[in-house]
């Protein structure tokens, strides 16, 4: 059966992560009579807080029962003003079993806006780590921080990023824009270095991931990492999925990543979802509160968390369906990317974030979400040679002559452009027309629906919001200017906000993609330049580091700062002060470069 919106939500409200309500103190018992079970547990997976508001926060917890015939143990949860819990302020205990895999959330009812909250849990006298947790402030504000990551592939690295994160005092909360794990098996994307690092796959967990179970287990490994835990236990998520959570370049009804044999889509969708409500401090899903929803930070923020992958994608454009050679294929590739009938959002989705920013007075529109929003396109030719490097990788071929001669291409054209750009009349049609014939760099990112980026921009420009996008996705840390076009009948060449991408926390970035030579600042540094000078609207990019993104709003501007680590393939690191970034924009002017 196909799985459309209607069955996702009907699934989704039988059981897709429902916590259990705590409306304040029950008088239930101390932690030391907490559980009635003699089954030993453990907290081997830490505890976490996640999806707050100015009255209400989930908590999570995953209990371990050391018999594995255990269908289920008794746990109590207790929440306090202060860390030693004299100031108790809602307590309870509930059976968790192997139907949510003995995950628990509690969402925690009756609170006080913008107060600090600490929580632990217990069963059969074993207590669990104390997490610290907050509610959104309300009222009038003078600043929000956010903390902003993505991309975090076991294998791949060490997640020094969040243990940086970890150490912060000064965070409303920590926004997680999906890729949270990755579904390949052992000898997948981004693990040469696994057995090496001491970051490998368990034996029952090695293969690719298709089943709850698998599932399960992946989040379950990632749980034990040190760091992810003490960030998890330090401040609140408010978190989304992107395409890795389900499989590679996940669309509506499929995913580049799901091959013939591995059974049914929607059945592994379905199973990967399931896993990731049980695991993520989030709250379940139902028919009235789809995994879109927003978060109100005052008078100062509105933040939209959407969902650009499972409810509306449809299926990827792919530059190989169309012959770019000849006028007509070009054609059609151009109706095929302006086509009004093409979801990213959908209709559902798109109206609902269009009528909030309308009834929001909040200074700060803000949208959380996957993929690079601003208009990524490159000139043609690079694109051709970008697409014979990726031919010949696939077929495990040597790149190294075709990158060679995409640097010199690089050079030559960000030269044109530059005279371009200039006014030098010099400047030929035929050069010209190499630099300004350009497409766009990822069909998996807004570039590829075009119309859906156009309605909501324009939107966002007729009702003269302060908008800025946040994104992750990409592996490195972008900033741009969000421009509509020409011909849109909202807001025509009109600068509608500014977005901000991310780093990874451990996945590769374009240094790894374009082989560049990271022992030589210089040269990557040209090469930043160069990209930058090429895509239009970009206007600063980080190739090689990962790391994660600070967001300061104040009522007179927003500042971004991109923060790097030394390397994430050692358990010694350092922060890239040199590599640090800061970019501002006020009120108003929607624009990077105001």
């Not at 070009?330 to 959002?345: E, K």
Request: aromatic residues 10%; hydrophobic residues 40%; glycine residues 8%.
């Amino acid at each position: 059966m196909k799985l459309t919106r209607r069955s996702f939500l009907k699934a989704s409200a039988a059981g897709f992560g429902a916590a259990v309500l705590s409306y304040g103190l029950t008088g239930c018992g101390s932690s030391s009579d907490s559980s009635s079970t003699k089954v030993d547990v453990s907290f081997d997976y830490g505890v976490a807080s996640g999806d707050p508001l100015h009255d209400a926060v989930v908590i999570w917890t995953r209990v371990t029962p050391k018999l594995a015939a255990a269908n289920s143990v008794q746990v109590r949860w207790e929440v306090a003003l202060d860390n030693t819990f004299k100031e108790m302020v809602h307590d309870g205990m509930v059976q968790v079993g192997s139907d949510t895999d003995f995950t628990l959330k509690v969402d925690l009812q009756n609170l006080e806006a913008g107060t600090r909250y600490y929580y632990r849990f217990a069963s059969n006298e074993r207590l669990s780590p104390v997490g610290t947790t907050r509610t959104l402030p309300e009222g009038e504000l003078d600043q929000v921080k956010l903390a902003v990551m993505s991309c975090s592939n076991y294998p791949a690295g060490y997640f020094h990023a969040y243990a940086e994160v970890a150490k912060r005092d000064d965070l409303d909360a920590v926004l997680h824009l999906g890729d949270y794990i990755y579904e390949y098996g052992a000898g997948g994307y981004a693990s040469d270095d696994a057995q090496a690092l001491g970051r490998g796959f368990p034996a029952d967990n090695n293969s690719e991931l298709l089943t709850l179970s698998d599932y399960r287990k992946r989040y379950a490994l990632y749980r034990t990492d040190k760091d992810l835990q003490a960030l998890h236990q330090a401040a609140p998520f408010i978190t989304v999925w992107d395409d890795h959570e389900v499989s590679n370049d996940t669309w509506r009804d499929g995913a580049q990543n799901h091959n013939e044999g591995e059974g049914h889509f929607d059945d592994r969708k379905l199973a990967a979802l399931k896993a990731y409500f049980e695991w993520m401090p989030i709250r379940g899903q139902d028919s009235s509160q789809p995994i879109y929803r927003k978060f109100e930070f005052g008078d100062l923020v509105s933040l939209y968390m959407l969902d650009t992958r499972v409810l509306a994608r449809d299926k990827q454009l792919n530059y190989a369906d169309f012959d770019l050679t000849s006028q007509a294929g070009q054609g059609a590739f151009m109706a095929a990317l302006t086509d009004a009938n093409r979801s990213l959002l959908g209709g559902q989705q798109l109206n609902w974030l269009t009528d909030n920013m309308a009834l929001s007075a909040a200074t700060w529109q803000v949208l959380g979400q996957q993929v690079l929003m601003t208009k990524m396109w490159l000139p043609a030719e690079i694109m051709l040679i970008l697409g014979s490097v990726e031919a010949t990788l696939a077929a495990g071929g040597d790149v190294s002559a075709i990158l060679a001669e995409a640097n010199v291409l690089f050079a030559e054209l960000a030269q044109i452009k530059g005279r371009v750009m200039a006014g030098d009349p010099s400047v030929t049609a035929a050069e010209r027309a190499r630099v300004e014939t350009t497409v766009p760099y990822n069909l998996d990112a807004w570039d590829g629906y075009a119309y859906e980026r156009e309605a909501l921009l324009g939107a966002a420009r007729a009702m003269q919001k302060n908008l800025v996008v946040l994104a992750g996705d990409t592996h490195n840390g972008w900033a741009g200017n969000l421009v509509t076009a020409a011909n849109n009948p909202l807001a025509a060449n009109s600068h509608a906000g500014v977005e901000f991408a991310t780093s990874s926390v451990s996945s590769p970035g374009m240094e790894e993609y374009l082989s560049l030579d990271t022992s030589n600042p210089q040269a990557i540094a040209q090469t930043e330049q160069v990209i930058g000078l090429l895509i239009d609207h970009l206007h600063y990019t980080n190739l090689t580091d990962r790391g994660f993104l600070t967001l300061t709003f104040s009522r007179n501007y927003v500042d971004a700062q991109w923060h790097y680590v030394s390397s994430v393939k050692q358990r010694d690191y350092q922060m890239l002060e040199n590599r640090r970034h800061t970019m501002r924009v006020w009120v108003g002017a929607n624009r990077l470069d105001a």
